[in-house]
């Protein structure tokens, strides 16, 4: 159990939708070590809409961790239900991120238990989340959890 006397995680409320969105495109850059091409076409017009729904608790959440009225971090997830596959309703980490000189201090592991929660008042006993391959730190943040490897993607480009 991470050491929260520092901080606090919160559900995001809608005002917080600006900084949601800040910590996010830091995410979408720093990402950018591991998929240059991916990163290049990230659909701004939609960031508004895809976390303002999370943020509402449409098919899904936003969590956020905050020290002295600064938000530090933040977390998106969302729910799915596939009726082909058992079980039907499972839920996606979508994106974490923890701002530079706040990580290392558990917050990543704060918001991570409070998704895991999250699936277990909701009734959801499956969490999927991709990461890239290379991104040693989150796996090893995920594994910490029980994650564990899935499914294998590979890419090939063409160009």
Same mark, same amino acid.
């Given at each position: 159990?991470?050491?929260?006397?520092?901080?606090? =995680?919160?559900? *995001?409320?809608?005002?917080?939708?600006?900084?949601?969105?800040?910590?996010? !495109?830091? &995410?979408?850059?720093? $990402?950018? +070590?591991? $998929?240059?091409?991916?990163?290049? /076409?990230?659909?701004? @017009?939609?960031?508004? @809409?895809?976390?303002? %729904?999370?943020?509402?608790?449409?098919?899904?959440?936003?969590?956020?961790?905050?020290?002295?009225? #600064?938000?530090?971090?933040? !977390?998106?997830?969302? &729910?799915?239900?596939?009726?082909? #596959?058992?079980?039907?309703?499972?839920?996606?980490?979508? %994106? =974490?991120?923890? %701002?530079?000189?706040?990580?290392? /201090?558990?917050?990543?592991?704060? &918001?991570?238990?409070?998704?895991? +929660?999250?699936?277990? #008042?909701?009734?959801? $006993?499956?969490?999927?989340?991709?990461?890239? *391959?290379?991104?040693?730190? *989150? =796996?090893? /943040?995920? @594994?910490?959890?029980?994650?564990?490897?899935?499914? &294998?993607? !590979? /890419? !090939?480009?063409?160009?």
């Amino acid at each position: 159990m991470p050491d929260t006397s520092n901080f606090t =995680i919160r559900k *995001a409320h809608p005002d917080d939708l600006p900084i949601v969105k800040q910590c996010m !495109l830091a &995410l979408y850059h720093a $990402d950018r +070590q591991y $998929d240059t091409f991916f990163y290049e /076409l990230h659909p701004e @017009e939609h960031a508004d @809409e895809e976390y303002s %729904k999370c943020i509402r608790g449409e098919d899904g959440v936003c969590y956020v961790a905050e020290r002295e009225g #600064e938000i530090i971090g933040c !977390l998106t997830g969302e &729910l799915s239900v596939v009726p082909t #596959e058992q079980p039907a309703r499972r839920t996606r980490l979508e %994106k =974490i991120f923890v %701002k530079e000189g706040f990580r290392d /201090l558990g917050v990543g592991s704060a &918001l991570v238990e409070a998704f895991v +929660q999250w699936n277990k #008042e909701i009734g959801v $006993d499956r969490i999927f989340v991709r990461t890239y *391959a290379e991104n040693a730190g *989150a =796996i090893k /943040l995920y @594994e910490r959890f029980g994650f564990r490897p899935y499914i &294998l993607g !590979l /890419l !090939l480009s063409t160009e």
